[in-house]
């Protein structure tokens, strides 16, 4: 993530990528995307990412 660029920016480019690589044949659980996601955050978001890890089990996230 770059840190010009928004949350949704991000999210958006980072499905869109997932999604052609479902396309060609690439199988992409949802727990994988998500730990790439909050892997990738910029240090801003390091709060976030981790309130997120410590309230939910990320194995059970979803993306929607």
Same mark, same amino acid.
């Given at each position: 993530?770059?840190?010009?660029?928004?949350v949704?920016?991000?999210?958006s #480019?980072?499905?869109?990528?997932?999604? &052609?690589?479902?396309?060609?044949?690439e199988?992409? +659980?949802?727990?994988?995307? /998500?730990?790439? #996601?909050?892997?990738s955050?910029?240090? &801003?978001?390091?709060?976030v990412?981790?309130?997120? +890890?410590e309230?939910?089990? /990320?194995?059970?996230?979803?993306?929607?």
């Amino acid at each position: 993530m770059k840190d010009d660029e928004t949350v949704d920016e991000y999210f958006s #480019i980072t499905l869109a990528i997932a999604n &052609k690589m479902t396309s060609h044949g690439e199988r992409m +659980e949802q727990v994988a995307v /998500v730990e790439k #996601i909050l892997r990738s955050m910029t240090e &801003k978001f390091n709060y976030v990412v981790c309130s997120i +890890e410590e309230s939910n089990d /990320v194995t059970t996230l979803s993306i929607d």
